[in-house]
Nanobody, 116 residues
Framework: QVQLVESGGGLVQAGGSLRLSCVAS????????KGWYRQAPGTQRDLVAI???????NYRDSVKGRFTISRANAKDTMYLQMNSLKPEDTAVYYC??????????WGQGTQVTVSS
């Protein structure tokens, strides 16, 4: 079992920045991918960014150039640096870790609200 705990969400004005953190209760170094997802009210949960064990990254088109995903393996922590935030980025952001066997672990989510 792995517990994932997100932090760093909050209220920010459009154009501002936030950095989300996801701390794992044990090492997830051997997991296939880790990522950030988000879900706005009334919508499905969507992928925001992922990072593989080889540090390959992938982003949804709408956040490319503004968001950066990274992982600090020694701290079992993953980050999402979010710059130039827009009101449409408002959502609950979830941390995800995926095992090679396909089992997904999720955090409890952290609210990000961007005001116009």
């Amino acid at each position: 079992q792995v517990q994932l705990v997100e932090s760093g969400g909050g209220l920010v004005q459009a154009g501002g920045s936030l950095r989300l953190s996801c701390v794992a209760s044990r090492s997830t170094l051997s997991f296939s991918t880790k990522g950030w997802y988000r879900q706005a009210p009334g919508t499905q949960r969507d992928l925001v960014a992922i990072v593989t064990t080889g540090n390959r990254t992938n982003y949804r088109d709408s956040v490319k150039g503004r968001f950066t995903i990274s992982r600090a393996n020694a701290k079992d922590t993953m980050y999402l640096q979010m710059n130039s935030l827009k009101p449409e980025d408002t959502a609950v952001y979830y941390c995800n870790a995926l095992t090679w066997g396909g089992h997904a672990y999720w955090g409890q989510g952290t609210q990000v609200t961007v005001s116009s």
